[in-house]
């Protein structure tokens, strides 16, 4: 062996050693993994992956496959990558919108943020964009792929952003790249989130933490595909891009939702603190019932299995149980929508028997139709009463079995929560559901970058009963949403799915043909919800005490002393005060509401950033203007 390959083969080693001690402090979740890979290997594990070289030349080898990963020298493919380089839009995703946003959301609330984002967006020349506009930085780039992870670190030296986000999906590739690439001199000065071999709801997870951090930067995302082969990996990360969009839950929404919330407190509305232990539940099953297109299939069973359950249902389903004269013991009610009271115009005697569990930030006119005693609402994004529970999702199906998995009972069944397709029809969710619509019969196949539709787009995920079933990009997020409920599920209820869609981590499909319901009791519907009546009551609150009254107190100082700041017109003023206030006051919840602003608006901004000196100002008014309405209407609401 010659004396320059073993200098070659110290350098090396050297840079792995030096990379690992970085991971332990760094990501050790990662270094675990990592560590443990090697042991295996060093125990004679068989390698899928290998580095060869031939000729002084390093190359990646698929060893089942026998193929090599690169077709020329690794560093002239980096080279190549770091002189096609350029700070465009083209090879990026980017989560803003670059046209004027037509469709208005029910509910719009007095603020509302697509109007807000109109006003920036009516700045955005459109066809310059597209005519290779060059961006002054780039401080979001995605690696999708690392191989040796040469190419990494040459561009870094090129791109020098602010944030990266590698992704690789074997972990022994990423292993290998540690003899080459420093990742340790890029962390110096630039934040780095590794999503190496993981879960879509991992990976989802990790690209969240990417996105949130130096939010004004979402604007423009760049990427680099190590290979052709990490096509399908860029349409996994970008499906999770598009899924954090904030315009599905923004600041206006928060503000609209805890305006509604005092509202309901102010007349005494009950607000249930559903982290406590619930009794009622504990030696009975549940049945959890939504709107999916499994649901027709399955309502003969639901009937039958009526007194053997407590029947918990969503309000979507109530016109299809009342067709066959099913009366649910719970129903949950998460929607904000003006348009889903419709859903509650069945006969009195479905109503009668059952609690009804509302969002806090449900419409005012639904709410005031219904019977007050029979009425509890919970916390929905926004925290009135601290440790009473909060719910966060992005749909009533997964904020409801969040609700189940709180209330512990002896065993829950989930049917009709498909968070896919029908396979036949392509139809959205049961034929009784106004919601429904049906897809048009194509799979989506992934052409353009970061060119995604959120509800258009039909895509395969694994299946409950099936191989695979198709879904769509927002019930892929639904999916995550409930796989995170489950992973965090304090309670070791076991959970049965019986829908027809996809598969649910930790859940246990079950086909409805297998449940005998001669081995269930039946259960006594009277006593039942006169005992859930009485420990909902006795574990709910109608009134604000001293604590939460001062901070509300203190929330509308605030608000006086940067109104103040304002009337000077300066936004450098307003900044520097609101920044001293938010450092102060961390968990105001103006304070959160005026941040999530910030979010939104941000990239926007720093889109625009290139514009003339006029156009700044034209924005930095608009801003200005915004923020004072949103003041405005926090204090007189509150």
Avoid: W
């Amino acid at each position: 062996m010659s004396g320059k390959i073993i200098k070659m083969q110290n350098i090396m080693l050297q840079n792995y050693m030096s990379n690992i001690n970085f991971l332990k402090k760094y990501d050790q979740d990662l270094y675990t993994r990592v560590v443990d890979l090697s042991k295996n290997l060093e125990r004679h594990t068989s390698e899928k992956y290998i580095i060869d070289m031939e000729s002084n030349i390093f190359n990646l080898i698929d060893v089942e496959n026998k193929t090599k990963l690169y077709k020329n020298n690794p560093y002239y493919d980096a080279e190549y990558k770091v002189s096609k380089f350029y700070p465009n839009i083209q090879e990026s995703i980017s989560i803003i919108n670059m046209k004027p946003i037509e469709h208005i959301r029910n509910p719009k609330y007095e603020i509302d943020s697509f109007d807000y984002l109109n006003e920036y967006i009516k700045f955005i020349d459109y066809k310059k964009i597209l005519q290779n506009k060059k961006f002054e930085t780039i401080g979001k780039y995605i690696f999708v792929g690392t191989l040796l992870g040469i190419h990494i670190e040459k561009l870094h030296e090129e791109i020098n952003s602010k944030n990266y986000l590698i992704y690789e999906d074997s972990l022994e590739i990423f292993r290998l790249s540690l003899f080459f690439c420093e990742y340790k001199k890029i962390a110096n000065s630039s934040n780095i989130i590794f999503a190496i071999e993981v879960t879509e709801s991992a990976l989802q997870e990790k690209t969240k933490s990417f996105l949130k951090n130096d939010s004004k930067y979402n604007h423009i995302i760049k990427y680099q595909l190590s290979s052709n082969r990490y096509e399908k990996s860029l349409e996994r990360i970008s499906g999770c891009v598009v899924s954090e969009n904030p315009l599905l839950y923004t600041f206006s929404d928060y503000l609209g939702a805890y305006s509604r919330s005092v509202g309901f407190v102010k007349n005494k509305y009950e607000i249930l603190d559903f982290t406590k232990k619930q009794n009622t539940f504990d030696d009975k099953p549940g049945l959890y019932i939504g709107p999916g297109p499994s649901l027709s299939k399955n309502i003969k069973f639901i009937k039958r299995a009526e007194k053997k359950f407590i029947i918990v249902c969503l309000s979507s389903t109530l016109k299809l149980l009342s067709k066959y004269n099913i009366i649910p013991d719970i129903i949950i009610s998460i929607d904000a929508s003006t348009i889903i009271k419709p859903q509650f115009d069945v006969e009195k005697k479905y109503l009668k028997n059952s609690i009804i569990l509302l969002s806090s930030k449900t419409d005012k006119s639904l709410v005031k139709s219904l019977n007050k005693r029979k009425v509890f609402m919970v916390q929905d994004s926004i925290e009135l009463f601290e440790n009473f529970g909060i719910l966060t999702g992005n749909s009533s199906g997964e904020m409801g079995y969040s609700l189940c998995c709180y209330f512990n009972f002896k065993s829950l069944y989930l049917i009709g929560m498909d968070v896919a397709l029908d396979q036949k029809t392509k139809n959205t969710h049961d034929k009784s559901y106004y919601a429904n619509k049906q897809m048009e019969d194509n799979e989506y196949t992934f052409k353009d970058y970061g060119e995604l539709d959120f509800d258009k787009d039909i895509i395969k995920v694994k299946g409950n009963f099936k191989k695979n079933v198709f879904t769509t990009r927002r019930y892929l997020q639904l999916i995550n949403n409930y796989n995170q409920i489950t992973k965090h599920k304090t309670t070791p209820m076991k959970v049965y799915n019986l829908s027809h869609g996809a598969y649910l981590e930790g859940i246990i499909p079950l086909k409805v043909k297998k449940i005998n319901l001669n081995e269930f009791e039946n259960i006594e519907k009277k006593i039942l919800l006169k005992n859930i009546l009485k420990t909902f009551r006795k574990n709910s609150t109608n009134t604000f005490d001293k604590n939460e009254k001062k901070l509300i107190k203190r929330d509308q100082k605030i608000i006086s002393k940067l109104l103040l700041v304002l009337e000077e017109g300066r936004k450098d003023n307003f900044q520097q005060e609101y920044s001293k206030i938010r450092l102060k006051y961390p968990n105001s919840f103006f304070v959160q509401i005026l941040n999530l602003y910030f979010e939104l608006i941000s990239p926007y901004i720093n889109f625009l950033e290139s514009e003339k000196e006029v156009v700044q100002q034209k924005l930095s008014m608009i801003s200005l203007k915004q923020i004072k309405k949103i003041m405005e209407f926090y204090q007189c609401k509150i």
